[in-house]
C-alpha cells in the first residue's frame, strides 16, 4: 500500500478521522447551541490533544446524522496547523489518545493522514445505513433497546419489498426529504434489501445504499415502507409521492432509535479529487 502523501489545505495538513457512536444521547451530529452532539464532543476532545489554532479544525463529516440515530461507521477530515502537528510528537496511536478526552458513546478507530484530494464529504462515493425494527413477530434482546425501533404490529415485508422497488435508481426525493436552501434533492438509490435476521429475534433489517441521502430522507423512507407494511399506504401511494417531489402531506419520519449508518464508501486514491469535484456539481435527472 502506498504512503499517503501529506495533504495541505492552505498550510494545514489534512487528517482522516474514522469512528463510531452511539447515538441515543446525543440531539444529532452538528453542532447545535446548548445542546451535545456528536461534533462538540469530537471538536473538544480534539482540542484538548491539539489546542484550538483553527476553528473546529474545519472539520467535515461524510454524512451528517439526525437526532438518535447512530453510527457504526462514521468518517471525518479536519486539518490539522503545524504546530498541533508538533503535538503529535513519536507517538503514532493519535485515536488512543484522542479517545481518553471523548465520552464512553464516542469511539475513534483511526486517525491518519489524508491521501491528496480526500475531502470527507464529497469524495465518498456511497453510504449505506440500516435501520431495525422490532414487530409483533420479532423478539427484543433488551441489550438492543437502544438500537432497535418496537412496532406492536405485523409488518408484511413482501409488501415492503414492493414498495422499495419504486424507490430505487435516480430519483428527486423531495416528498422524502426536509429541504435545505440551495441543496439539491436528487440522489441515486442504489437498492433497498428488507430481510428478517432470525439469528437476532427475527428482527427486520431494512438496508439502503445510496450516493447520499438528504436531510430527513433515511428515516422518510423507511416510514413509508411501513406505512404499507400496515396497510396505512399502497404501493401506488409511494411511487405517487415520489413522482411528485413534494413533501407535503408525505409519509411520517420514523424516530432515529432505530437507524445506525455501517459504511462510507470511497473510490481509490487517485480518484478522490476527482469525485469531490464532481460531488459539488448541481445534480439533474438527467446524468448517467
Known sequence: MTKPVDQKVDGFSRYRIDFGYDGTDFAGFAKQPGLRTV???????????????????????????DAGVHAQHQVVHVDLSPTQLKRIGRNPDVASRVNTALPQDIRLFSFEKA??????????????????????????????????LKLKVDLDLK??????????????FGAFCKPRAGATTIRNLRYIR????RKAGNIVEIELKGDAFCHNMVRSLTGALVAVARGRASVQDVKDRLKSA?????????????????????????????????????RSLDEN
Open 194 to 197: 428488507i430481510t428478517r435476521n
Open 39 to 65: 461534533q462538540s464532543e469530537l471538536v473538544k476532545a480534539l482540542e484538548v490533544i491539539f489546542g484550538k489554532d483553527n476553528k473546529d479544525f474545519s472539520l467535515r463529516v461524510a454524512g451528517r446524522t
Open 159 to 172: 409488501l415492503m419489498r414492493q414498495a422499495a422497488k419504486q424507490m430505487v435508481g435516480l430519483h428527486d
Open 115 to 148: 491521501p491528496a484530494g480526500f475531502d470527507a464529504r464529497y469524495s465518498a462515493i456511497y453510504r449505506r445505513y440500516r435501520y431495525k425494527i422490532a414487530d409483533h413477530a420479532s423478539f427484543l434482546d433488551p441489550l438492543s433497546v437502544r438500537y432497535v
Open 246 to 282: 413534494n413533501r407535503t402531506g408525505s409519509f411520517k419520519v420514523l424516530g432515529g432509535r432505530g437507524l445506525s449508518l455501517i459504511e462510507v464508501g470511497y473510490p481509490r486514491d487517485a480518484k478522490l479529487a476527482e469525485q469531490a469535484e464532481k460531488a459539488r456539481k448541481l
